[in-house]
Protein backbone atom coordinates (compact mmCIF):
# COMPACT_ATOMS: atom_id res chain seq x y z
CA UNK A 1 0.00 0.00 0.00
CA UNK A 2 2.84 2.44 0.77
CA UNK A 3 4.76 1.11 -1.68
CA UNK A 4 2.03 1.85 -4.08
CA UNK A 5 1.59 5.09 -2.74
CA UNK A 6 5.13 6.12 -3.42
CA UNK A 7 5.07 4.91 -6.96
CA UNK A 8 2.26 7.14 -7.58
CA UNK A 9 3.75 10.10 -6.33
CA UNK A 10 7.09 9.33 -8.52
CA UNK A 11 5.17 8.72 -11.37
CA UNK A 12 3.05 11.92 -10.43
CA UNK A 13 6.10 13.94 -10.13
CA UNK A 14 7.71 12.69 -13.67
CA UNK A 15 4.93 13.24 -15.60
CA UNK A 16 4.06 16.43 -14.05
CA UNK A 17 8.31 16.86 -14.51
CA UNK A 18 8.30 16.34 -18.15
CA UNK A 19 5.03 18.61 -19.39
CA UNK A 20 6.81 21.75 -20.10
CA UNK A 21 9.19 19.34 -22.48
CA UNK A 22 6.51 18.10 -24.15
CA UNK A 23 3.30 20.42 -24.07
CA UNK A 24 3.21 24.04 -25.43
CA UNK A 25 3.38 27.29 -23.64
CA UNK A 26 -0.46 27.63 -22.96
CA UNK A 27 -0.61 23.88 -21.56
CA UNK A 28 2.02 24.61 -19.77
CA UNK A 29 0.55 27.12 -17.66
CA UNK A 30 -2.71 25.31 -17.20
CA UNK A 31 -0.39 22.65 -15.55
CA UNK A 32 1.38 25.53 -13.50
CA UNK A 33 -2.22 26.46 -11.94
CA UNK A 34 -3.18 22.37 -11.31
CA UNK A 35 0.13 22.22 -9.47
CA UNK A 36 -0.86 25.68 -7.99
CA UNK A 37 -4.08 24.45 -6.56
CA UNK A 38 -2.68 20.14 -5.70
CA UNK A 39 -0.54 22.42 -3.26
CA UNK A 40 -3.00 24.80 -1.70
CA UNK A 41 -5.85 22.43 -1.52
CA UNK A 42 -3.57 19.48 -0.14
CA UNK A 43 -2.11 22.06 2.37
CA UNK A 44 -5.40 23.15 3.73
CA UNK A 45 -7.08 19.51 3.79
CA UNK A 46 -3.91 18.73 5.74
CA UNK A 47 -5.33 20.91 8.59
CA UNK A 48 -8.67 21.81 7.58
CA UNK A 49 -9.66 18.20 6.68
CA UNK A 50 -8.62 16.50 9.51
CA UNK A 51 -10.07 18.97 12.10
CA UNK A 52 -12.85 20.75 10.51
CA UNK A 53 -11.58 24.21 11.00
CA UNK A 54 -12.36 25.48 7.97
CA UNK A 55 -10.00 27.62 7.11
CA UNK A 56 -10.94 30.94 4.47
CA UNK A 57 -6.96 32.35 5.68
CA UNK A 58 -5.23 31.29 2.41
CA UNK A 59 -5.48 33.83 0.61
CA UNK A 60 -3.61 35.99 3.63
CA UNK A 61 -1.29 33.38 3.69
CA UNK A 62 -0.55 33.31 -0.10
CA UNK A 63 -0.37 37.25 -0.18
CA UNK A 64 1.88 37.48 2.38
CA UNK A 65 3.97 35.42 0.70
CA UNK A 66 3.94 37.12 -2.80
CA UNK A 67 4.41 40.25 -0.93
CA UNK A 68 7.34 38.92 0.42
CA UNK A 69 8.24 37.82 -3.20
CA UNK A 70 8.01 41.62 -4.47
CA UNK A 71 10.16 42.79 -1.83
CA UNK A 72 12.92 40.27 -1.75
CA UNK A 73 13.45 39.50 -5.27
CA UNK A 74 15.71 41.81 -5.99
CA UNK A 75 18.07 41.45 -2.96
CA UNK A 76 17.32 37.58 -2.27
CA UNK A 77 18.21 34.61 -4.55
CA UNK A 78 15.43 33.01 -5.47
CA UNK A 79 14.85 29.73 -2.98
CA UNK A 80 15.03 32.19 -0.19
CA UNK A 81 12.87 34.25 -1.42
CA UNK A 82 10.22 31.03 -1.74
CA UNK A 83 11.46 30.23 2.03
CA UNK A 84 10.86 33.54 3.38
CA UNK A 85 7.27 33.42 1.64
CA UNK A 86 6.59 30.15 3.53
CA UNK A 87 8.73 31.46 6.61
CA UNK A 88 6.26 35.01 7.05
CA UNK A 89 3.32 33.11 6.36
CA UNK A 90 4.23 30.70 9.00
CA UNK A 91 4.71 33.36 11.76
CA UNK A 92 1.73 35.20 10.61
CA UNK A 93 -0.56 32.06 11.22
CA UNK A 94 0.88 31.04 14.35
CA UNK A 95 0.33 34.55 15.88
CA UNK A 96 -3.22 34.90 13.96
CA UNK A 97 -3.73 30.79 14.92
CA UNK A 98 -3.06 31.20 18.63
CA UNK A 99 -6.10 34.45 18.46
CA UNK A 100 -8.72 32.75 17.00
CA UNK A 101 -8.31 28.89 17.06
CA UNK A 102 -10.30 28.80 19.97
CA UNK A 103 -13.32 29.36 17.79
CA UNK A 104 -14.83 27.12 15.46
CA UNK A 105 -17.42 26.30 12.72
CA UNK A 106 -19.05 29.72 11.01
CA UNK A 107 -17.26 32.08 13.35
CA UNK A 108 -13.39 30.47 12.63
CA UNK A 109 -14.22 30.77 8.76
CA UNK A 110 -15.62 34.65 8.96
CA UNK A 111 -12.49 35.09 11.29
CA UNK A 112 -9.64 34.02 9.02
CA UNK A 113 -11.33 35.65 5.90
CA UNK A 114 -11.32 38.51 7.51
CA UNK A 115 -7.67 38.17 8.35
CA UNK A 116 -7.08 38.06 4.58
CA UNK A 117 -9.28 41.19 4.92
CA UNK A 118 -7.28 42.75 7.51
CA UNK A 119 -3.83 41.67 5.97
CA UNK A 120 -4.74 43.00 2.58
CA UNK A 121 -5.62 46.35 4.21
CA UNK A 122 -2.37 46.70 6.59
CA UNK A 123 -0.33 46.04 3.49
CA UNK A 124 -1.81 48.36 1.57
CA UNK A 125 -1.63 51.47 4.02
CA UNK A 126 1.98 50.38 4.79
CA UNK A 127 3.05 50.53 1.19
CA UNK A 128 1.41 53.76 0.91
CA UNK A 129 2.89 55.57 3.60
CA UNK A 130 6.28 53.98 3.48
CA UNK A 131 6.82 53.28 -0.49
CA UNK A 132 4.16 55.84 -1.77
CA UNK A 133 3.08 52.88 -4.20
CA UNK A 134 0.38 50.88 -3.65
CA UNK A 135 1.70 48.14 -6.52
CA UNK A 136 4.51 47.14 -7.10
CA UNK A 137 6.42 45.89 -10.60
CA UNK A 138 8.50 43.21 -10.59
CA UNK A 139 11.08 43.72 -13.37
CA UNK A 140 13.70 41.18 -12.78
CA UNK A 141 12.06 37.60 -12.57
CA UNK A 142 12.95 33.76 -13.36
CA UNK A 143 12.20 32.00 -16.19
CA UNK A 144 8.70 30.58 -16.15
CA UNK A 145 10.73 27.04 -16.18
CA UNK A 146 11.82 27.94 -13.05
CA UNK A 147 8.31 28.87 -11.75
CA UNK A 148 7.53 26.06 -12.96
CA UNK A 149 9.52 23.36 -11.23
CA UNK A 150 9.48 25.34 -8.14
CA UNK A 151 5.69 25.38 -7.81
CA UNK A 152 6.00 21.65 -8.56
CA UNK A 153 8.62 21.03 -6.23
CA UNK A 154 6.05 22.90 -3.27
CA UNK A 155 3.13 20.41 -4.76
CA UNK A 156 5.58 17.43 -4.26
CA UNK A 157 6.19 18.64 -0.84
CA UNK A 158 2.91 19.61 0.45
CA UNK A 159 1.73 15.95 -0.74
CA UNK A 160 4.40 14.40 1.17
CA UNK A 161 4.15 16.42 4.10
CA UNK A 162 0.62 15.45 3.99
CA UNK A 163 1.30 11.97 3.79
CA UNK A 164 3.88 12.12 6.87
CA UNK A 165 1.45 14.10 9.11
CA UNK A 166 -1.26 11.15 8.87
CA UNK A 167 0.78 8.67 9.54
CA UNK A 168 2.44 10.43 12.62
CA UNK A 169 0.62 11.17 16.33
CA UNK A 170 0.21 14.86 15.17
CA UNK A 171 -1.88 13.80 12.07
CA UNK A 172 -3.92 11.54 14.91
CA UNK A 173 -4.14 14.72 17.24
CA UNK A 174 -5.36 16.17 14.56
CA UNK A 175 -7.86 13.82 13.67
CA UNK A 176 -9.22 13.64 17.47
CA UNK A 177 -9.49 17.46 17.05
CA UNK A 178 -11.76 16.83 14.27
CA UNK A 179 -13.98 14.32 15.82
CA UNK A 180 -14.30 15.35 19.26
CA UNK A 181 -11.88 18.39 20.40
CA UNK A 182 -12.64 18.08 24.22
CA UNK A 183 -12.76 14.37 24.03
CA UNK A 184 -8.76 14.18 22.63
CA UNK A 185 -7.86 17.26 25.13
CA UNK A 186 -9.43 14.91 27.94
CA UNK A 187 -7.25 11.95 26.58
CA UNK A 188 -4.18 13.90 26.97
CA UNK A 189 -3.93 16.30 23.85
CA UNK A 190 -2.65 19.63 24.43
CA UNK A 191 -5.12 20.77 21.61
CA UNK A 192 -4.14 24.47 21.57
CA UNK A 193 -1.03 23.88 20.86
CA UNK A 194 -1.50 21.05 18.17
CA UNK A 195 -3.98 23.71 16.33
CA UNK A 196 -1.66 26.42 15.87
CA UNK A 197 1.26 24.01 15.17
CA UNK A 198 -1.31 22.05 12.23
CA UNK A 199 -2.85 26.12 11.24
CA UNK A 200 0.65 27.19 10.98
CA UNK A 201 2.32 24.26 8.88
CA UNK A 202 -0.32 24.37 6.22
CA UNK A 203 0.33 28.41 5.92
CA UNK A 204 3.74 27.38 4.87
CA UNK A 205 2.95 26.20 1.54
CA UNK A 206 0.08 28.86 0.16
CA UNK A 207 3.12 31.25 1.71
CA UNK A 208 5.48 29.37 -0.89
CA UNK A 209 2.93 29.26 -3.41
CA UNK A 210 2.33 32.72 -3.06
CA UNK A 211 6.10 33.55 -2.98
CA UNK A 212 6.37 31.76 -6.44
CA UNK A 213 3.37 32.66 -8.01
CA UNK A 214 3.45 36.26 -7.55
CA UNK A 215 6.47 36.85 -10.45
CA UNK A 216 3.91 35.12 -12.84
CA UNK A 217 2.52 38.29 -12.76
CA UNK A 218 4.67 41.27 -13.90
CA UNK A 219 2.63 43.71 -11.73
CA UNK A 220 0.96 42.90 -7.86
CA UNK A 221 -0.91 44.89 -5.97
CA UNK A 222 -2.42 43.93 -2.46
CA UNK A 223 -6.37 43.69 -4.28
CA UNK A 224 -4.53 40.62 -6.90
CA UNK A 225 -2.88 38.66 -4.57
CA UNK A 226 -4.95 38.82 -1.84
CA UNK A 227 -8.19 37.96 -3.28
CA UNK A 228 -10.34 36.15 -1.29
CA UNK A 229 -11.22 34.21 -4.18
CA UNK A 230 -8.12 32.04 -3.67
CA UNK A 231 -8.67 30.95 -0.56
CA UNK A 232 -12.70 30.33 -1.54
CA UNK A 233 -11.55 28.30 -4.46
CA UNK A 234 -9.38 26.16 -2.42
CA UNK A 235 -11.96 25.37 0.17
CA UNK A 236 -13.97 23.94 -2.70
CA UNK A 237 -11.49 21.99 -4.31
CA UNK A 238 -10.77 20.47 -1.66
CA UNK A 239 -14.00 19.49 -0.30
CA UNK A 240 -15.18 18.61 -4.12
CA UNK A 241 -12.07 16.55 -4.32
CA UNK A 242 -12.93 15.07 -1.23
CA UNK A 243 -10.95 16.57 2.30
CA UNK A 244 -10.29 13.51 4.44
CA UNK A 245 -8.36 11.51 1.78
CA UNK A 246 -5.18 12.24 0.45
CA UNK A 247 -6.20 12.09 -3.37
CA UNK A 248 -9.06 14.10 -2.87
CA UNK A 249 -7.99 17.62 -3.28
CA UNK A 250 -5.57 16.24 -5.90
CA UNK A 251 -7.97 15.21 -8.13
CA UNK A 252 -9.96 18.06 -7.17
CA UNK A 253 -7.25 20.78 -8.14
CA UNK A 254 -6.59 18.67 -11.82
CA UNK A 255 -10.26 18.44 -12.39
CA UNK A 256 -11.71 21.71 -11.46
CA UNK A 257 -8.34 23.50 -13.32
CA UNK A 258 -9.32 21.87 -15.96
CA UNK A 259 -12.57 22.41 -15.78
CA UNK A 260 -12.60 25.86 -15.32
CA UNK A 261 -9.91 26.79 -18.66
CA UNK A 262 -12.60 24.36 -20.69
CA UNK A 263 -15.14 26.46 -19.57
CA UNK A 264 -13.85 29.92 -20.24
CA UNK A 265 -12.95 29.07 -23.48
CA UNK A 266 -16.24 27.48 -24.31
CA UNK A 267 -18.60 29.32 -22.61
CA UNK A 268 -16.69 32.82 -22.20
CA UNK A 269 -19.82 34.39 -20.81
CA UNK A 270 -21.42 32.27 -18.17
CA UNK A 271 -18.30 30.01 -17.16
CA UNK A 272 -18.69 31.01 -13.72
CA UNK A 273 -21.80 30.28 -13.81
CA UNK A 274 -21.61 27.08 -15.09
CA UNK A 275 -18.84 26.26 -12.77
CA UNK A 276 -21.12 27.03 -9.70
CA UNK A 277 -23.50 24.81 -11.28
CA UNK A 278 -21.20 22.14 -11.61
CA UNK A 279 -19.90 23.09 -7.76
CA UNK A 280 -23.02 22.43 -6.01
CA UNK A 281 -23.79 19.22 -8.05
CA UNK A 282 -21.07 18.33 -6.85
CA UNK A 283 -21.11 18.81 -3.21
CA UNK A 284 -24.88 17.54 -3.35
CA UNK A 285 -24.30 14.12 -4.63
CA UNK A 286 -20.63 13.37 -3.92
CA UNK A 287 -20.82 13.96 -0.82
CA UNK A 288 -17.33 11.69 -0.11
CA UNK A 289 -16.38 14.57 -2.90
CA UNK A 290 -14.62 12.68 -6.37
CA UNK A 291 -11.75 10.49 -4.30
CA UNK A 292 -15.04 9.39 -2.80
CA UNK A 293 -16.17 7.68 -6.72
CA UNK A 294 -14.13 4.92 -6.19
CA UNK A 295 -13.01 2.45 -3.69
CA UNK A 296 -10.47 3.78 -1.74
CA UNK A 297 -12.62 6.43 -0.29
CA UNK A 298 -11.31 8.37 2.87
CA UNK A 299 -10.38 6.14 5.90
CA UNK A 300 -13.71 7.67 7.21
CA UNK A 301 -16.37 9.06 5.07
CA UNK A 302 -18.66 10.08 7.25
CA UNK A 303 -16.27 12.57 9.28
CA UNK A 304 -15.56 14.61 6.08
CA UNK A 305 -16.00 18.37 6.58
CA UNK A 306 -19.58 18.86 6.62
CA UNK A 307 -20.77 22.07 7.35
CA UNK A 308 -19.41 24.90 9.90
CA UNK B 1 -3.12 5.21 51.76
CA UNK B 2 -1.76 8.30 50.23
CA UNK B 3 -4.36 10.59 48.97
CA UNK B 4 -4.18 11.27 44.59
CA UNK B 5 -7.34 13.46 43.88
CA UNK B 6 -7.49 16.16 46.77
CA UNK B 7 -10.13 19.04 45.75
CA UNK B 8 -10.72 21.36 48.47
CA UNK B 9 -13.44 23.94 48.28
CA UNK B 10 -14.76 23.66 44.36
CA UNK B 11 -16.93 26.30 43.31
CA UNK B 12 -17.92 26.11 39.82
CA UNK B 13 -20.27 29.01 38.93
CA UNK B 14 -21.97 30.07 35.30
CA UNK B 15 -22.75 33.70 35.49
CA UNK B 16 -25.05 34.32 38.39
CA UNK B 17 -26.19 29.96 38.82
CA UNK B 18 -23.74 28.41 41.33
CA UNK B 19 -23.59 25.03 39.64
CA UNK B 20 -20.83 23.11 42.82
CA UNK B 21 -20.30 25.22 45.84
CA UNK B 22 -17.94 24.76 48.11
CA UNK B 23 -17.23 20.83 47.66
CA UNK B 24 -14.15 19.05 49.19
CA UNK B 25 -13.18 15.27 47.96
CA UNK B 26 -10.34 13.34 48.94
CA UNK B 27 -9.61 10.12 46.99
CA UNK B 28 -7.20 8.12 47.89
CA UNK B 29 -5.37 5.19 46.01
CA UNK B 30 -7.60 2.57 45.33
CA UNK B 31 -10.48 4.13 46.73
CA UNK B 32 -14.03 3.37 45.20
CA UNK B 33 -16.68 6.71 45.78
CA UNK B 34 -19.49 6.86 44.56
CA UNK B 35 -21.14 10.29 43.97
CA UNK B 36 -25.17 10.55 43.94
CA UNK B 37 -27.74 13.81 43.62
CA UNK B 38 -31.06 14.55 42.25
CA UNK B 39 -30.89 15.81 39.17
CA UNK B 40 -29.23 19.05 38.55
CA UNK B 41 -27.47 18.59 41.64
CA UNK B 42 -23.89 19.47 39.87
CA UNK B 43 -22.19 15.92 39.63
CA UNK B 44 -21.37 16.47 36.09
CA UNK B 45 -20.33 20.19 36.91
CA UNK B 46 -18.47 19.12 39.12
CA UNK B 47 -16.64 16.00 37.23
CA UNK B 48 -16.26 18.70 34.65
CA UNK B 49 -13.97 20.75 37.34
CA UNK B 50 -12.20 17.47 38.79
CA UNK B 51 -10.89 16.96 35.09
CA UNK B 52 -9.80 20.40 34.15
CA UNK B 53 -12.80 20.49 31.00
CA UNK B 54 -14.56 23.31 33.16
CA UNK B 55 -12.17 25.75 35.27
CA UNK B 56 -13.18 25.92 38.75
CA UNK B 57 -14.02 29.39 39.90
CA UNK B 58 -12.31 28.81 43.60
CA UNK B 59 -10.76 26.19 45.30
CA UNK B 60 -7.60 24.37 44.84
CA UNK B 61 -7.04 20.79 43.01
CA UNK B 62 -4.18 19.14 43.96
CA UNK B 63 -3.19 15.77 42.31
CA UNK B 64 -0.60 13.58 43.12
CA UNK B 65 0.51 16.38 44.70
CA UNK B 66 1.06 19.05 42.14
CA UNK B 67 -1.65 22.09 42.24
CA UNK B 68 -3.11 21.55 38.90
CA UNK B 69 -6.06 24.39 39.56
CA UNK B 70 -6.94 26.75 36.22
CA UNK B 71 -4.76 24.05 33.98
CA UNK B 72 -6.16 22.95 30.51
CA UNK B 73 -7.62 19.64 30.82
CA UNK B 74 -4.91 17.38 29.08
CA UNK B 75 -2.37 18.40 31.80
CA UNK B 76 -5.17 16.53 34.05
CA UNK B 77 -5.00 13.89 31.72
CA UNK B 78 -1.24 13.83 32.08
CA UNK B 79 -1.27 13.69 35.65
CA UNK B 80 -3.38 10.66 35.88
CA UNK B 81 -7.27 11.82 35.85
CA UNK B 82 -9.31 9.65 33.01
CA UNK B 83 -12.89 10.02 32.67
CA UNK B 84 -15.76 9.18 30.60
CA UNK B 85 -18.77 11.54 29.67
CA UNK B 86 -22.72 11.10 30.50
CA UNK B 87 -23.40 10.46 26.31
CA UNK B 88 -20.46 8.57 25.07
CA UNK B 89 -18.44 10.44 23.05
CA UNK B 90 -16.13 8.11 20.79
CA UNK B 91 -13.99 9.13 17.79
CA UNK B 92 -16.68 9.05 15.39
CA UNK B 93 -14.72 8.59 12.51
CA UNK B 94 -12.51 5.72 14.07
CA UNK B 95 -12.32 2.03 14.72
CA UNK B 96 -12.49 0.86 18.05
CA UNK B 97 -9.21 -0.06 18.41
CA UNK B 98 -7.90 3.23 16.98
CA UNK B 99 -10.03 4.99 19.37
CA UNK B 100 -8.52 3.05 22.27
CA UNK B 101 -4.90 3.62 20.62
CA UNK B 102 -5.64 7.62 20.70
CA UNK B 103 -5.55 7.58 24.83
CA UNK B 104 -2.14 5.49 24.57
CA UNK B 105 -0.54 7.31 21.81
CA UNK B 106 -1.45 10.93 24.07
CA UNK B 107 -1.67 10.88 28.03
CA UNK B 108 -1.10 7.08 28.20
CA UNK B 109 2.53 7.48 26.27
CA UNK B 110 3.57 9.85 29.57
CA UNK B 111 2.50 7.62 31.85
CA UNK B 112 4.33 4.90 33.82
CA UNK B 113 3.15 1.72 32.01
CA UNK B 114 2.05 -0.60 35.41
CA UNK B 115 -0.46 -2.98 34.96
CA UNK B 116 0.03 -5.06 31.66
CA UNK B 117 -3.32 -4.92 30.96
CA UNK B 118 -3.29 -1.18 30.29
CA UNK B 119 0.06 -1.94 28.03
CA UNK B 120 -1.66 -2.02 24.93
CA UNK B 121 -4.58 -2.21 22.67
CA UNK B 122 -5.31 -5.81 22.73
CA UNK B 123 -5.23 -5.66 26.28
CA UNK B 124 -7.71 -2.70 27.11
CA UNK B 125 -9.70 -4.80 24.67
CA UNK B 126 -9.68 -8.36 25.99
CA UNK B 127 -10.16 -6.09 29.81
CA UNK B 128 -13.30 -5.09 28.42
CA UNK B 129 -14.77 -7.85 26.36
CA UNK B 130 -14.92 -5.87 23.52
CA UNK B 131 -11.58 -7.72 21.38
CA UNK B 132 -13.99 -9.20 18.84
CA UNK B 133 -15.17 -5.45 17.78
CA UNK B 134 -11.45 -4.31 17.25
CA UNK B 135 -12.04 -3.47 13.94
CA UNK B 136 -15.67 -2.27 13.74
CA UNK B 137 -16.12 1.94 13.65
CA UNK B 138 -17.19 2.79 16.57
CA UNK B 139 -20.51 4.31 15.26
CA UNK B 140 -21.57 1.11 14.56
CA UNK B 141 -21.56 -0.68 18.13
CA UNK B 142 -24.74 -0.56 20.60
CA UNK B 143 -24.89 2.38 22.72
CA UNK B 144 -24.03 -0.19 25.63
CA UNK B 145 -20.93 -1.15 24.16
CA UNK B 146 -20.08 2.15 23.46
CA UNK B 147 -19.87 2.93 26.99
CA UNK B 148 -17.38 0.12 27.10
CA UNK B 149 -15.52 1.64 24.64
CA UNK B 150 -15.60 5.11 25.97
CA UNK B 151 -13.87 3.58 29.36
CA UNK B 152 -11.51 1.65 27.72
CA UNK B 153 -10.21 5.51 25.36
CA UNK B 154 -10.51 6.82 29.48
CA UNK B 155 -8.23 3.53 30.61
CA UNK B 156 -5.23 3.69 27.62
CA UNK B 157 -4.50 7.17 29.54
CA UNK B 158 -2.93 4.89 32.03
CA UNK B 159 -4.75 6.85 35.00
CA UNK B 160 -4.85 6.74 38.54
CA UNK B 161 -7.94 8.24 39.21
CA UNK B 162 -10.95 6.85 36.64
CA UNK B 163 -14.07 9.50 36.83
CA UNK B 164 -17.15 7.60 35.74
CA UNK B 165 -19.95 9.57 34.73
CA UNK B 166 -23.87 7.92 34.58
CA UNK B 167 -21.90 4.89 32.99
CA UNK B 168 -25.10 3.01 34.07
CA UNK B 169 -27.96 5.12 32.46
CA UNK B 170 -30.06 3.53 30.06
CA UNK B 171 -28.47 -0.05 30.27
CA UNK B 172 -30.83 -3.18 30.98
CA UNK B 173 -30.61 -4.31 34.83
CA UNK B 174 -28.10 -6.71 33.36
CA UNK B 175 -26.35 -4.94 31.77
CA UNK B 176 -25.87 -2.46 34.53
CA UNK B 177 -24.94 -5.19 37.31
CA UNK B 178 -22.21 -6.55 34.83
CA UNK B 179 -20.78 -2.82 34.88
CA UNK B 180 -21.04 -2.95 38.40
CA UNK B 181 -18.45 -5.82 38.24
CA UNK B 182 -16.87 -4.38 35.72
CA UNK B 183 -15.98 -1.03 37.84
CA UNK B 184 -14.93 -3.32 40.72
CA UNK B 185 -12.60 -5.01 38.73
CA UNK B 186 -11.00 -1.26 37.34
CA UNK B 187 -9.98 -0.99 41.01
CA UNK B 188 -9.04 -4.29 42.06
CA UNK B 189 -7.59 -5.52 38.88
CA UNK B 190 -5.99 -2.45 37.36
CA UNK B 191 -5.05 -0.53 41.13
CA UNK B 192 -7.38 2.45 40.00
CA UNK B 193 -9.43 4.50 42.69
CA UNK B 194 -12.70 5.37 41.13
CA UNK B 195 -15.07 8.22 41.30
CA UNK B 196 -18.52 7.03 40.11
CA UNK B 197 -21.55 9.09 39.45
CA UNK B 198 -24.43 7.71 38.92
CA UNK B 199 -28.21 8.73 39.16
CA UNK B 200 -29.71 4.73 39.48
CA UNK B 201 -28.78 4.83 43.39
CA UNK B 202 -29.52 0.79 44.52
CA UNK B 203 -26.53 -0.44 42.41
CA UNK B 204 -23.80 2.52 43.33
CA UNK B 205 -24.90 2.18 46.38
CA UNK B 206 -24.28 -1.64 46.79
CA UNK B 207 -20.29 -1.44 44.71
CA UNK B 208 -18.98 1.20 46.38
CA UNK B 209 -17.08 1.65 49.58
CA UNK B 210 -17.96 5.38 50.43
CA UNK B 211 -20.61 7.64 48.85
CA UNK B 212 -20.66 11.38 48.84
CA UNK B 213 -24.36 13.11 47.95
CA UNK B 214 -24.74 16.33 46.12
CA UNK B 215 -27.74 18.75 46.31
CA UNK B 216 -27.96 22.10 44.99
CA UNK B 217 -24.26 21.71 44.33
CA UNK B 218 -24.09 21.23 47.52
CA UNK B 219 -22.41 18.33 49.90
CA UNK B 220 -25.62 16.59 51.46
CA UNK B 221 -23.97 13.84 53.02
CA UNK B 222 -20.88 11.84 53.27
CA UNK B 223 -19.66 8.29 54.25
CA UNK B 224 -20.54 4.58 54.11
CA UNK B 225 -23.31 4.27 52.08
CA UNK B 226 -25.41 2.15 54.36
CA UNK B 227 -25.22 5.41 56.90
CA UNK B 228 -25.99 7.54 54.04
CA UNK B 229 -29.17 5.97 52.53
CA UNK B 230 -30.58 6.15 55.90
CA UNK B 231 -29.83 10.17 56.18
CA UNK B 232 -32.96 11.82 56.60
CA UNK B 233 -31.55 14.90 54.62
CA UNK B 234 -30.45 12.24 51.87
CA UNK B 235 -34.16 10.52 52.46
CA UNK B 236 -35.78 14.00 51.49
CA UNK B 237 -33.66 15.41 49.02
CA UNK B 238 -34.60 12.52 46.98
CA UNK B 239 -37.97 11.98 47.62
CA UNK B 240 -39.21 15.56 48.68
CA UNK B 241 -41.02 15.92 51.87
CA UNK B 242 -43.87 13.37 52.83
CA UNK B 243 -46.09 16.63 51.35
CA UNK B 244 -44.34 17.25 48.84
CA UNK B 245 -44.56 15.63 45.06
CA UNK B 246 -46.45 12.54 46.07
CA UNK B 247 -49.97 15.47 46.55
CA UNK B 248 -48.88 17.34 43.57
CA UNK B 249 -51.43 16.61 41.22
CA UNK B 250 -49.60 16.16 37.70
Redesign the interface.
Known sequence: MRGRGQVAGAAGIAVAGALPFLLEDFLVSLALSCLMYVALASSWAMFSGATRYVSLGTSAFFGLGAYVSAWGLSVLPWPLVVAGGAGVAVAFAALAGAAILHLRGTYFAVLTFGLSELVRHAITYGEKQYAGTVGRVLTVVPSNTTVYYTVLAIAAAAVATTVLVRQS?FG??L??I???E???????????WVKVAGFATSAAFAGAVGAAMAVRWTYIDPAAVFNPFIGLQTVLIAIVGGAMSLGGPIIGAIVFSLLAEFLRLQFPYVYLVLLGVVLIVAVLYLPHGLAGLWGGRA??P??RATTS | MTTILDARGIVVRFGGLTAVDQVDLDVSEGALVGIIGPNGAGKTTFFNALSGVVPATAGRLIIDGADLTGKPAHRFAWAGIARTFQTPRVFAGMSVAESVRFGLEFAGRRRRHQRAALGDVPAILGFLGLTDLAERPTRSITPARQRLLEMGMALATRPRVLLLDEVAAGLTELEIESMARLIRRCRDELGLAVVWIEHAVAVLLRAVDQVMVLHQGRKLAEGEPRAVARNPAVIEAYLGTAAGPATGAP
Not at chain 1, 183 to 190: F, M, N
Open positions: RLANGGDDQRAQTLGVPTRRAER
